[in-house]
């Protein structure tokens, strides 16, 4: 089974939507189980699947008991099929962790909902003070309040060894290995140190998603406190965190839909996003269940010029993730397999290296590697390519 030792040649996939649990029936962990064969067979290494545990939402982000894996997705004994499917495969499965918030069960006396069930059932006194709408006794937090759920509060002793058997749980029981990590604002990193040290595996990636800078409406160029933020939250989480790059994302989205190919390089001529800066814990992406058109919405990557956003991410260095339904869209998905397959050719890592040529209003180009040429934009055509289409063009040199 997979140890992630190849954690930097790695592409992962996000193998749902914010509407994959009503698109099976309540059958998405056996659907996603019959794929993995065919998953595999694309150069998919390692698959994130949905919250797993019941939820007061049937995305899963409102958990409610912890320990009950019987979700709008499927049984835990489905669930526990599909991850042996990939694992069986040598591949990492990741779960998706909500432990910021956690819906309550029972009222107390005044008739507030902060009484929680199942095998974990705290009051709430695991529940930070300054959540004040559902009556927490906790201590108080400095950190982003979720306004939806009860914020747990993660500086409580019992709080923290509840969540780390859970996770070892999760890991050791079901099969995971590999965790995804939901609203790390809200969370001290120091007790997310801990929680990675204790549950030992070697990927734990954060969603550590916060605003980026703005003139108004108009991304400003320097995003240099975004990414240092995140850059602080893996710092501070110790050596097992990864991070989504959301500065990547936000700054190549703007770049690509008003041809500002300056944008991608920073005033020292590196990458501007997270990777220009720490580019093996990156994990670049595009979209996912809250930012992509037809989930949210809440942040989507412009679809003209999506191949133009594969492009880079599947041939800069950062450990990529695809999205479920871009990989499962007609003539997209031949375009994205096509990719993987030049990345894992040129053996394009994590930790490549890359000089930028040029970045202006009119080309990007970069050199991977010393081997490979990436152009979007404006290019010179030629015969020789490994791939030519939507304003790109990739080619050995």
């Known amino acids: 089974m997979s140890n992630f030792t190849s954690i930097e040649s790695s592409v992962i996939l996000q193998s749902f939507t914010w509407n994959s649990w009503r698109t099976q ?21 390692s698959v994130w699947l949905p919250p797993c545990s019941k939820s007061v939402s049937p995305q899963g982000y409102m958990p409610l008991n912890l320990y009950d894996l019987n979700s709008e997705y499927g049984t835990e004994t489905e669930l526990k099929k599909c991850v042996k499917s990939f694992r069986d495969k040598d591949m990492g499965v990741y779960a998706d962790i909500v432990i910021n918030h956690r819906c309550a069960e029972f009222q107390n006396k005044d008739g507030i909902y902060n009484l929680f069930g199942g095998k974990l059932p705290w009051d709430e006194t695991a529940i930070v003070s300054n959540n004040t709408h559902f009556g927490g006794k906790g201590n108080h937090s400095e950190y982003k309040i979720f306004e ?9 002793q019992f709080v923290r060894e509840d969540l780390i058997r859970w996770m070892q749980w999760l890991k050791n029981d079901i099969g995971f290995n590999g965790f995804r990590f939901d609203f790390m604002t809200g969370i001290d990193p120091q007790h997310m140190k801990e929680y990675f040290k204790n549950i030992d595996v070697d990927m734990c990636i954060g969603e550590y998603w916060d605003n980026m800078d703005y003139d108004i409406e108009y991304l400003k160029y320097n995003q240099n406190a975004h990414r240092q933020r995140i850059v602080d939250w893996m710092d501070n989480s110790g050596k097992h965190a990864y991070a989504f790059d959301m500065t990547t994302k936000g700054i190549l989205q703007e770049a ?8 991608l ?14 580019k093996e814990k990156s994990v670049t992406f595009l ?17 003209k010029h999506i191949v133009e956003g594969y492009a880079y991410i599947l041939t800069h260095p950062g450990v990529p993730m695809i999205y ?74």
């Open 25 to 45: 029936n309540k059958q998405f962990f056996n659907y996603l189980k019959s794929k993995s064969s065919e998953i595999k067979d694309i150069g998919i290494d």
């Open 148 to 156: 939806g759920a009860p914020n747990i509060d993660h500086s409580q």
């Open 287 to 303: 979209d996912n269940h809250d930012t992509h058109h037809l989930s949210q919405n809440l942040w989507s990557f412009p679809q």
């Open 324 to 397: 479920w339904d871009d990989l499962n869209l007609a003539g997209l998905k031949e375009i994205i397999v096509l990719l993987i397959k030049i990345r894992k050719d040129l053996k394009i890592t994590a930790n490549s290296t890359i000089d930028i040529v040029c970045a202006n209003d009119k080309q990007y180009i970069a050199i991977i590697d010393k081997n490979a040429k990436v152009t979007i934009g404006i290019y010179n055509d030629t015969s020789n390519f490994l791939f030519k289409s939507h304003n790109v063009l990739i080619e050995e040199v």
């Open 265 to 278: 390089a920073d005033e020292s001529n590196n990458p501007s996003g997270l990777i220009g800066w720490w």
């Open 256 to 263: 690509l839909k008003n041809k500002e190919y300056w944008r």
